[in-house]
Protein backbone atom coordinates (compact mmCIF):
# COMPACT_ATOMS: atom_id res chain seq x y z
CA UNK A 1 0.00 0.00 0.00
CA UNK A 2 2.80 2.14 0.90
CA UNK A 3 4.17 1.38 -2.58
CA UNK A 4 0.66 2.17 -4.07
CA UNK A 5 0.62 5.79 -2.61
CA UNK A 6 4.13 7.19 -3.01
CA UNK A 7 3.97 6.35 -6.38
CA UNK A 8 0.67 7.80 -6.70
CA UNK A 9 2.16 10.88 -5.05
CA UNK A 10 4.83 11.08 -7.47
CA UNK A 11 3.08 10.53 -10.20
CA UNK A 12 1.05 13.52 -9.43
CA UNK A 13 4.02 15.61 -9.05
CA UNK A 14 3.47 16.49 -5.59
CA UNK A 15 6.99 15.49 -4.46
CA UNK A 16 10.30 14.97 -6.68
CA UNK A 17 12.22 11.96 -6.38
CA UNK A 18 14.59 13.49 -3.90
CA UNK A 19 12.93 14.94 -1.15
CA UNK A 20 11.18 11.84 -0.29
CA UNK A 21 12.99 9.13 2.27
CA UNK A 22 11.67 5.60 2.32
CA UNK A 23 12.60 3.46 5.46
CA UNK A 24 12.70 -0.09 4.90
CA UNK A 25 14.82 -3.10 6.58
CA UNK A 26 14.77 -4.86 3.73
CA UNK A 27 17.90 -4.23 1.74
CA UNK A 28 16.33 -5.77 -1.68
CA UNK A 29 13.68 -3.64 -1.46
CA UNK A 30 15.23 -0.54 0.00
CA UNK A 31 17.71 -1.25 -3.75
CA UNK A 32 14.30 -1.66 -5.45
CA UNK A 33 12.91 2.00 -3.91
CA UNK A 34 15.70 3.67 -5.25
CA UNK A 35 16.30 2.08 -8.21
CA UNK A 36 12.53 2.30 -9.42
CA UNK A 37 11.60 5.85 -8.10
CA UNK A 38 14.61 7.61 -7.33
CA UNK A 39 13.76 8.37 -4.12
CA UNK A 40 16.27 8.24 -0.68
CA UNK A 41 16.14 5.10 1.27
CA UNK A 42 17.13 4.00 4.78
CA UNK A 43 17.16 1.03 7.06
CA UNK A 44 16.77 3.69 9.90
CA UNK A 45 12.77 5.06 10.67
CA UNK A 46 14.88 7.24 12.50
CA UNK A 47 16.02 9.02 8.89
CA UNK A 48 12.66 9.86 8.25
CA UNK A 49 11.79 11.52 11.54
CA UNK A 50 12.43 15.16 10.24
CA UNK A 51 9.91 15.05 7.32
CA UNK A 52 7.48 17.46 6.98
CA UNK A 53 4.75 15.02 6.18
CA UNK A 54 5.23 11.38 7.66
CA UNK A 55 3.47 8.39 5.58
CA UNK A 56 2.92 5.46 8.11
CA UNK A 57 2.25 2.11 6.27
CA UNK A 58 3.31 -0.40 7.90
CA UNK A 59 0.90 -3.90 9.56
CA UNK A 60 -1.15 -2.31 12.56
CA UNK A 61 0.74 -5.03 14.68
CA UNK A 62 4.30 -2.90 13.69
CA UNK A 63 2.97 0.18 15.31
CA UNK A 64 4.04 0.67 18.42
CA UNK A 65 7.82 -1.10 17.13
CA UNK A 66 8.20 1.78 14.39
CA UNK A 67 6.73 4.76 16.58
CA UNK A 68 9.24 3.44 19.03
CA UNK A 69 11.79 3.28 16.51
CA UNK A 70 11.04 7.13 14.97
CA UNK A 71 12.08 8.56 18.33
CA UNK A 72 11.28 12.23 19.01
CA UNK A 73 9.95 14.00 15.88
CA UNK A 74 12.20 17.12 15.39
CA UNK A 75 9.27 19.22 13.43
CA UNK A 76 7.06 20.81 15.54
CA UNK A 77 4.17 20.88 12.67
CA UNK A 78 5.11 17.35 11.37
CA UNK A 79 1.95 16.07 9.82
CA UNK A 80 1.34 12.12 10.35
CA UNK A 81 -0.43 9.94 7.70
CA UNK A 82 -1.52 6.57 8.90
CA UNK A 83 -3.02 3.94 6.99
CA UNK A 84 -2.72 1.52 9.13
CA UNK A 85 -6.55 -0.35 9.62
CA UNK A 86 -7.65 -0.22 13.09
CA UNK A 87 -5.59 2.46 14.43
CA UNK A 88 -7.74 5.36 15.93
CA UNK A 89 -6.90 8.95 15.52
CA UNK A 90 -6.93 8.63 19.69
CA UNK A 91 -3.60 6.27 19.59
CA UNK A 92 -1.72 8.28 17.01
CA UNK A 93 -2.35 11.52 18.68
CA UNK A 94 -1.23 9.89 21.82
CA UNK A 95 1.46 8.67 20.47
CA UNK A 96 2.95 11.84 18.47
CA UNK A 97 1.34 14.24 21.06
CA UNK A 98 0.75 17.94 20.11
CA UNK A 99 1.28 16.73 15.88
CA UNK A 100 -1.89 16.91 13.59
CA UNK A 101 -2.44 13.27 12.39
CA UNK A 102 -4.89 12.56 9.59
CA UNK A 103 -6.21 8.45 9.60
CA UNK A 104 -6.23 7.17 5.83
CA UNK A 105 -8.58 4.24 4.39
CA UNK A 106 -7.34 3.59 0.88
CA UNK A 107 -7.86 0.68 -1.21
CA UNK A 108 -6.07 -1.78 -3.37
CA UNK A 109 -6.60 0.36 -6.31
CA UNK A 110 -4.78 2.58 -5.86
CA UNK A 111 -2.03 1.03 -7.82
CA UNK A 112 -3.83 2.04 -10.63
CA UNK A 113 -4.72 5.64 -9.52
CA UNK A 114 -8.32 3.93 -9.34
CA UNK A 115 -8.74 4.31 -5.23
CA UNK A 116 -11.19 5.25 -2.92
CA UNK A 117 -9.65 6.63 0.18
CA UNK A 118 -11.47 7.88 3.62
CA UNK A 119 -9.78 10.89 5.51
CA UNK A 120 -10.24 11.05 9.01
CA UNK A 121 -8.90 13.79 10.38
CA UNK A 122 -7.40 14.50 13.96
CA UNK A 123 -8.37 17.40 15.92
CA UNK A 124 -4.73 19.34 15.27
CA UNK A 125 -4.88 19.63 11.32
CA UNK A 126 -5.21 22.74 9.93
CA UNK A 127 -6.89 23.87 6.97
CA UNK A 128 -3.76 23.62 4.70
CA UNK A 129 -2.66 20.54 6.12
CA UNK A 130 -6.92 19.56 5.09
CA UNK A 131 -6.26 20.52 1.51
CA UNK A 132 -2.95 18.43 1.40
CA UNK A 133 -3.85 15.45 2.33
CA UNK A 134 -6.91 15.55 0.57
CA UNK A 135 -4.43 16.39 -2.56
CA UNK A 136 -2.21 13.49 -1.99
CA UNK A 137 -5.04 10.69 -1.72
CA UNK A 138 -6.58 12.19 -5.03
CA UNK A 139 -3.20 11.27 -6.92
CA UNK A 140 -4.19 7.93 -6.88
CA UNK A 141 -8.34 7.92 -6.77
CA UNK A 142 -11.08 9.42 -4.91
CA UNK A 143 -11.18 11.12 -1.40
CA UNK A 144 -14.01 11.00 0.36
CA UNK A 145 -13.95 12.96 3.90
CA UNK A 146 -15.33 10.93 6.43
CA UNK A 147 -16.25 11.25 10.43
CA UNK A 148 -13.80 8.81 11.94
CA UNK A 149 -16.72 6.44 13.19
CA UNK A 150 -17.21 5.57 9.79
CA UNK A 151 -13.98 4.01 9.52
CA UNK A 152 -14.98 0.15 10.31
CA UNK A 153 -17.63 0.96 7.56
CA UNK A 154 -15.26 2.40 5.10
CA UNK A 155 -13.09 -0.47 5.85
CA UNK A 156 -15.92 -3.20 5.58
CA UNK A 157 -17.07 -1.76 2.12
CA UNK A 158 -13.93 -0.40 -0.01
CA UNK A 159 -10.79 -1.33 1.99
CA UNK A 160 -12.35 -5.27 1.51
CA UNK A 161 -14.44 -4.80 -1.65
CA UNK A 162 -11.73 -5.11 -4.36
CA UNK A 163 -11.68 -9.50 -2.35
CA UNK A 164 -15.18 -9.48 -2.70
CA UNK A 165 -15.43 -7.61 -6.17
CA UNK A 166 -13.10 -10.27 -7.18
CA UNK A 167 -14.89 -13.01 -6.18
CA UNK A 168 -17.59 -12.07 -8.12
CA UNK A 169 -15.90 -12.06 -10.95
CA UNK A 170 -14.29 -15.27 -11.17
CA UNK A 171 -17.56 -16.82 -10.52
CA UNK A 172 -18.79 -14.73 -13.49
CA UNK A 173 -15.87 -16.49 -15.22
CA UNK A 174 -16.13 -19.94 -14.15
CA UNK A 175 -20.66 -19.92 -15.44
CA UNK A 176 -19.48 -18.79 -18.63
CA UNK A 177 -16.65 -21.41 -18.33
CA UNK A 178 -19.69 -23.34 -17.65
CA UNK A 179 -21.24 -22.47 -20.56
CA UNK A 180 -18.70 -23.52 -23.29
CA UNK A 181 -16.64 -20.73 -23.46
CA UNK A 182 -13.05 -20.80 -23.42
CA UNK A 183 -11.61 -19.51 -20.49
CA UNK A 184 -8.95 -16.10 -21.77
CA UNK A 185 -12.48 -15.54 -23.35
CA UNK A 186 -14.95 -16.11 -20.21
CA UNK A 187 -12.27 -13.98 -18.39
CA UNK A 188 -12.17 -10.56 -21.15
CA UNK A 189 -15.77 -11.06 -21.00
CA UNK A 190 -16.68 -10.90 -17.46
CA UNK A 191 -13.76 -8.07 -16.46
CA UNK A 192 -14.83 -5.87 -19.15
CA UNK A 193 -18.90 -6.31 -18.67
CA UNK A 194 -17.83 -5.62 -14.91
CA UNK A 195 -15.81 -2.40 -15.59
CA UNK A 196 -18.26 -1.01 -18.65
CA UNK A 197 -21.40 -1.42 -15.94
CA UNK A 198 -19.78 0.58 -13.64
CA UNK A 199 -18.74 3.10 -16.03
CA UNK A 200 -22.09 3.32 -16.99
CA UNK A 201 -23.72 3.55 -14.01
CA UNK A 202 -21.04 6.49 -13.18
CA UNK A 203 -21.24 8.55 -16.47
CA UNK A 204 -25.28 8.56 -16.73
CA UNK A 205 -25.74 8.64 -12.66
CA UNK A 206 -27.55 5.40 -12.95
CA UNK A 207 -28.93 3.85 -9.73
CA UNK A 208 -28.15 -0.11 -9.89
CA UNK A 209 -31.76 -0.82 -10.02
CA UNK A 210 -32.13 0.94 -13.58
CA UNK A 211 -29.21 -0.39 -15.11
CA UNK A 212 -30.66 -3.78 -13.98
CA UNK A 213 -34.26 -2.95 -15.41
CA UNK A 214 -33.03 -1.57 -18.69
CA UNK A 215 -30.98 -5.03 -19.23
CA UNK A 216 -34.40 -7.00 -18.37
CA UNK A 217 -36.90 -7.82 -20.65
CA UNK A 218 -39.82 -9.72 -20.24
CA UNK A 219 -39.50 -13.46 -20.13
CA UNK A 220 -35.97 -12.76 -21.40
CA UNK A 221 -32.45 -14.10 -20.43
CA UNK A 222 -31.39 -11.43 -17.89
CA UNK A 223 -35.03 -12.32 -16.29
CA UNK A 224 -33.86 -15.98 -15.56
CA UNK A 225 -30.73 -15.52 -14.07
CA UNK A 226 -31.65 -12.93 -11.70
CA UNK A 227 -34.37 -14.71 -11.07
CA UNK A 228 -31.80 -17.62 -9.52
CA UNK A 229 -29.19 -15.03 -7.84
CA UNK A 230 -32.47 -13.74 -5.70
CA UNK A 231 -33.21 -17.43 -4.76
CA UNK A 232 -29.47 -17.93 -4.25
CA UNK A 233 -29.69 -15.26 -1.73
CA UNK A 234 -26.92 -12.99 -3.24
CA UNK A 235 -27.90 -9.57 -1.94
CA UNK A 236 -28.42 -11.08 1.56
CA UNK A 237 -24.76 -12.52 1.60
CA UNK A 238 -22.97 -9.07 0.17
CA UNK A 239 -24.66 -7.65 2.83
CA UNK A 240 -24.08 -10.20 5.60
CA UNK A 241 -20.08 -9.97 4.21
CA UNK A 242 -20.37 -6.27 4.41
CA UNK A 243 -21.47 -6.82 8.07
CA UNK A 244 -19.05 -9.26 8.74
CA UNK A 245 -16.23 -7.37 7.73
CA UNK A 246 -17.57 -4.10 9.71
CA UNK A 247 -18.12 -5.99 13.11
CA UNK A 248 -14.13 -7.66 12.59
CA UNK A 249 -12.59 -4.38 12.00
CA UNK A 250 -14.15 -2.71 15.11
CA UNK A 251 -12.77 -5.80 16.89
CA UNK A 252 -9.35 -5.64 15.35
CA UNK A 253 -9.56 -1.29 16.55
CA UNK A 254 -10.34 -2.43 20.20
CA UNK A 255 -7.26 -4.74 19.93
CA UNK A 256 -5.04 -2.32 19.09
CA UNK A 257 -6.50 0.46 21.64
CA UNK A 258 -3.74 1.25 24.29
CA UNK A 259 -4.33 -0.26 27.71
N1 LIG B 1 -3.50 -3.80 1.49
C1 LIG B 1 -4.63 -3.13 1.57
O1 LIG B 1 -5.61 -3.36 0.85
C2 LIG B 1 -4.76 -2.00 2.57
C3 LIG B 1 -5.85 -1.11 2.46
C4 LIG B 1 -5.93 -0.06 3.39
C5 LIG B 1 -4.98 0.07 4.39
N2 LIG B 1 -3.97 -0.84 4.47
C6 LIG B 1 -3.00 -0.69 5.55
O2 LIG B 1 -1.74 -0.49 4.99
C7 LIG B 1 -0.76 -0.99 5.89
C8 LIG B 1 0.23 -1.83 5.11
O3 LIG B 1 -0.51 -2.91 4.55
P1 LIG B 1 0.10 -3.73 3.34
O4 LIG B 1 -0.97 -4.64 2.88
O5 LIG B 1 0.74 -2.82 2.35
O6 LIG B 1 1.20 -4.58 4.15
P2 LIG B 1 2.67 -5.00 3.69
O7 LIG B 1 2.66 -5.35 2.24
O8 LIG B 1 3.14 -6.00 4.69
O9 LIG B 1 3.50 -3.65 3.85
C9 LIG B 1 4.12 -3.26 5.04
C10 LIG B 1 5.59 -2.97 4.72
O10 LIG B 1 6.22 -2.44 5.88
C11 LIG B 1 7.50 -3.05 5.98
N3 LIG B 1 8.00 -3.00 7.33
C12 LIG B 1 7.94 -3.96 8.30
N4 LIG B 1 8.52 -3.53 9.43
C13 LIG B 1 8.96 -2.28 9.20
C14 LIG B 1 9.66 -1.34 9.97
N5 LIG B 1 9.98 -1.58 11.24
N6 LIG B 1 9.97 -0.15 9.39
C15 LIG B 1 9.63 0.12 8.13
N7 LIG B 1 8.97 -0.76 7.33
C16 LIG B 1 8.64 -1.94 7.86
C17 LIG B 1 7.23 -4.47 5.53
O11 LIG B 1 8.43 -5.13 5.23
P3 LIG B 1 8.50 -6.75 5.37
O12 LIG B 1 7.76 -7.28 4.22
O13 LIG B 1 9.96 -7.01 5.35
O14 LIG B 1 7.87 -7.09 6.70
C18 LIG B 1 6.35 -4.24 4.31
O15 LIG B 1 7.10 -3.96 3.16
C19 LIG B 1 -1.48 -1.79 6.95
O16 LIG B 1 -1.49 -1.08 8.17
C20 LIG B 1 -2.89 -1.92 6.43
O17 LIG B 1 -3.84 -1.89 7.46
C21 LIG B 1 -3.82 -1.85 3.58
Given at each position: ?141 QVAVVAETQMDAVT ?104
Amino acid sequence: MGEALMAGFLRGGLYQPQAVCVSHPQPARRQYWAETYGVRVTPENRDAADSSVLLLAVKPQQFSSVRDALGELPGKDTLLVSVLAGVTLATLEAAFPGRPVIRAMPNTPARVGEACTALAFGHRVGSDQRAWGERLFATVGQVAVVAETQMDAVTALAGSGPAYVAVVVEALIDGGVAAGLPRPLATQLALQTVLGSVKLMQTETLHPAQLKDQVTSPAGTTMAGLAHLEQAGVRGALIQTVLAAYQRSQSLGQATQPR
